[in-house]
């Protein structure tokens, strides 16, 4: 459902027309628009912005950790619409547990690295991803370092036992 004040936001009423159940929040500050999307819904969600909206550019993903919060991640796209000049920042959240979201690389081929690192760095995975594993660190590299529990003081480095 469309948050109030999000009346003459063209984007998002595409996007409650299209699925009422997709938007779960938003807000539009200094001029950027945020909407927050269900997480089951994120790749249709960006399939219908790509194709019917014109958002043919995506132009990163990453996280954010939110603990000791619960939803703790939090997924970003930014998306860019080059005709129109326009960009729209698309936020899911995810339990801290098994967090998981459907890969958006069928959408965007540029999610392909974007993806990788949030899950190198974060340890979110993505249902879908073509080829999922570690960008950044050793493939031997315990824990993910981005997360607001991973040690940042003594032995950091451990390698796994084969």
Not at 53 to 77: G, H, M
Not at 95 to 105: A, C, L, Q, R
Not at 113 to 120: A, G, L, N, T
């Amino acid at each position: 459902m469309l948050p109030d004040g999000f009346a003459g936001v063209t984007v998002a009423a595409a996007i409650e027309e299209w699925d009422s159940a997709a938007i779960e929040d938003g807000k539009a500050e200094r001029g950027e628009v945020t909407l927050f999307i269900q997480p089951g819904k994120i790749r249709a969600c960006c399939q219908f912005l790509k194709q019917k909206l014109q958002f043919e550019r995506l132009s990163n993903v990453t996280a954010v950790d939110r603990l000791p919060a619960e939803p703790r991640f939090e997924i970003v796209y930014h998306l860019h619409s080059i005709e129109r000049s326009e960009r729209l920042r698309l936020v899911c959240r995810l339990g801290g547990g098994n967090p998981e979201i459907d890969s958006v690389v069928s959408v965007w081929s540029a999610a392909d690295w974007y993806e990788r690192e949030v899950f190198d760095l974060f340890g979110v995975a993505f249902k879908g991803h073509p080829n999922l594993k570690r960008l950044l660190m050793p493939e031997d590299w315990v824990g993910h370092p981005l997360r607001k529990d991973f040690p940042v003081h003594g032995k950091r480095y451990e390698y796994r036992d084969e």
